[in-house]
């Protein structure tokens, strides 16, 4: 019996005996009152940290809102609906930054019994409500009347205004649902949500379910009533309330799984309606194409897609009215071509989202990861579907690389985190959970199979639909889906531990018929890091590719212990490839190995590719390889496929800025011998690109620029930029086209003085589109001259920018190295009032700064700055920790490899 049935047949018991209850005189009642008077009210005296107790369950809620952008706060009445395991003489729940006017606990009888509130005893708003008499065990109601503000920092029910229109909208994960109403904020409970919310005239009011009608009220107001939702949790509630743009999509069709077409809307800031038209279009076939996999039809009763003037993420997956970032769904003719890539991506994601997170939720914050890896991944596999052979079918294996650089670090936590506070919560969204969550998952999809992975996918969905789970539970749907048992201690390895396995793989040739190779497992450790190398073991489910005298095979094999041996039973290997499907691991070779590979790099596909160029790189980096076999792979690997060209060409960035000043003219001819002609073989069929292919030329354009190969084109496009941003005259929005504009800005910034910077944040300053103003304004302060750089600090802090778009300049700032003591003397001087503006969940990442500096001594002085201010950055100890040891490795490497890459880079000059 899974455990969904057991959970449904507690309930049914319950509710059996519920209605023996009601049938007729029972001979036992007065024996059973005695004892019921017996027991003792349940009174837990501490506040509880963590998952609030279980012996009260909500089971559906209320929610009557009386909103007005134009004012500061609402008020509401909450109406919960509960059973008590117990007697209750205090409840434990959530409230943050509310008024309580009153509550009551009404019995099925209509008896109602006053309680007491007392907010804020505990972190997070816990909250207690004593009652003048024991709440009976059995079903009973709450009802809470409260008044609250509107927040200021994109949580729970937010304001924001823009061209001086204020707007509302609610963002309520993690846990921030408890600032929008008082109630149970904890993931587990899942219940269904009947809003009705009275608003001025004029405004559109959006929420989960369908507008079953309104009422107009004599006052001006419009009273909004919402039919009730299927049960979904806390942190997915959603309301937006504004002078939104809104569009009315086609429905999207009934099909076998669906009976009916599915209500579709968006909405957007007022004048950006026509701008959620590409996202709209393909918002069916991405559907369709969902239902398809789940083998599940979309959940809920309509489906809404909303951007909103400000936002503190991307989007939020919010069951049936996505939230968004304006930028993060609007697309105009003015959006570059990687940022449109992106803006869909995030589509496809957020409806992933509606059976994975939604349908089917965690029990508690220590396995969002199954939310965010999962919709990660399906949003690649949707992407490849709908936009095939662009790319998208490699996209979470170049997540999972990305994601490795912060899994090199001794402070990297493993994707199935324990969760002991608030800010263990806010930790678990971040690479780790997205990026390696995709990476770990596509990897056991290529080990099982497409086909018995999703099978197991499907069995998820339906053995907890509407309910919660754990991650026992996915790997053993996983497990019983694909019909392979072993799989779940390899994904415990790879989920319950951080870090990177690292392959050290030696081959040997005895006779010519006897081949061996050794693989021996540690966890990659970079050059100055304390990891404890070998510490860690993994079930690696390998995948080894093996080229000698008989011709290729890849050999598939578990990994269970440190050492592992392949025999070659009547062959010895020319060169070995061991990471064949783009799995979550690295590896070492020998100098001949490396070699041997490089030598056969248009052997490999474009996955085995991008492995090979992450592994040698990161085995220079831990001082495993030599400098010129990197140098010789970056070359090698320049007219590969446009991915894993772009890896290269940015593997080849960070070592140019690496350099020494002084030395970096070595990088810049190693740079236009290897890039420039691929440039230039691009840029001759620009017309006839692939979007990839489009996306390499950008990067290569960028690059050459910026590694100093492309010197007269500097000029160029300074120029193009001061008359995009309308240095001498009006803005000419034909100057630079979209996808250079930013590549544009920085050199304009960098070569046309106060004039180009007077004129750019002006333009900034009026712009409408949200990506472009903020984009522009960190491009500006990481290039700008000193002058420049400080008075774009301080107008950053000024009413005219959102909180957001101040946080994300005043980090940028540090990213001038030029001028970089400068801008950290004014982020000291001014942090307590740029801090004040900053979004609730960017308070914490603000540590993240110290990973900026690359010597030692500065990044502790920036280590103990953050420590003294703590307290107003709550949370930021896990993002300090990482980022001070990110900046101490850049120091060791710096230190320890950069000398080497010097004099290599010198030989070959001499060549």
Known sequence: MTLNRVKTSFLASVAGLALLAGCGPNPNDAADKGKEEAVEPVKLEEPPAGQLPDTVVPTAYRLDLVTDPAKDGFTGTAEIDMRLKAPHARIWLHSLDQTIQSVVARTPDGTEIEGTFEGNLADGGVSKIDFAEPVPAGNATLVIEYRAPY?????????????????????????????????????RFKTPWTLTVTAPQGNQVIANAPLKGTSQLDNGMVEHTFAATRPIQSYLVALAVGPYDMREGDPIPANTLRATPVPFRGFAPAGKGDQLDVAMQVTDDMVTFQESYFNYPYPYAKLDIIAVPDFAYGAMENAGAIIYRESALLINDRTPLGRRRGVLTTHAHELAHQWFGNLVTPEWWNDIWLNEAFATWMSYKTMDEVYPDQGYDRASQRRGLY?????????????????????????????????????????????????????????????????????????????????????????????????IPYLDVKTECEAEDAGLITITQKR??????????????????LAIRISGPAGDIVERTMLTGKTTEIPLDGQCADWVMPNASGGYWRFNLSDENWTALTENFEALDATEQLSFIDSIAAAFRAGDAPASAVLDALQASSTAEWDVAMQSVNKAKGYYSALPEEEQDLMTRFVRETYRPVYDALKAREDNLSQGETLLLQDLYAGLLEMGAMPEEREKLADKAAAYVGVD????????????????????????????????????????????RRRMLQVMVANADESELADLMKEMQGSDWQGQETWSVMQSALGNEAHQETAWGLYKASFDNFISRTPEIRKAQTAGAVASFCEAEKVAEARDFFVSKGDIIPGYERSLAQAEESGNLCAAFREEKVGELVETLGERQSD
């Open 403 to 499: 994601a490795m650089g912060e899994d090199s670090l001794i402070n990297a936590r493993q994707i199935r985190n324990p969760i002991e506070s608030n800010a263990d919560i806010n930790d678990a969204f971040d690479g780790i959970t997205y990026s390696k969550g995709a990476g770990v998952l596509s990897m056991f999809e290529n080990y099982l199979g497409e086909e018995d992975f999703r099978a197991g996918i499907r069995q998820h969905m339906k053995r907890f639909e509407d309910d919660a789970a754990n991650v026992e539970d996915f790997m053993q749907s996983v497990a019983d889906g694909s019909g392979d048992a072993d799989v779940v201690d390899s994904f415990r390895s790879f989920i319950f531990q951080p870090g």
């Open 151 to 187: 927040n200021f920092g994109l949580a729970g029910l937010y304001k924001a205004e823009q061209k001086d229109r204020p707007y509302l909208a609610t963002q309520m994960e993690p846990i921030d649902a408890r600032r929008m109403f008082p109630g149970f904020d904890d993931p």
């Open 524 to 541: 990659y450790a970079p050059l100055g890091s304390h990891i404890d190398a070998d510490g860690s073991t993994w079930e690696v489910p």
């Open 729 to 772: 005259g009006d803005p000419d929005p034909d100057a630079l086209d979209a996808d250079t504009v930013f590549t544009g800005i920085k050199y304009g910034t960098k070569l046309g003085g106060r004039d180009f910077y007077e004129a750019a944040l002006e333009y900034a300053r009026n712009s409408s589109n949200q990506y472009e």
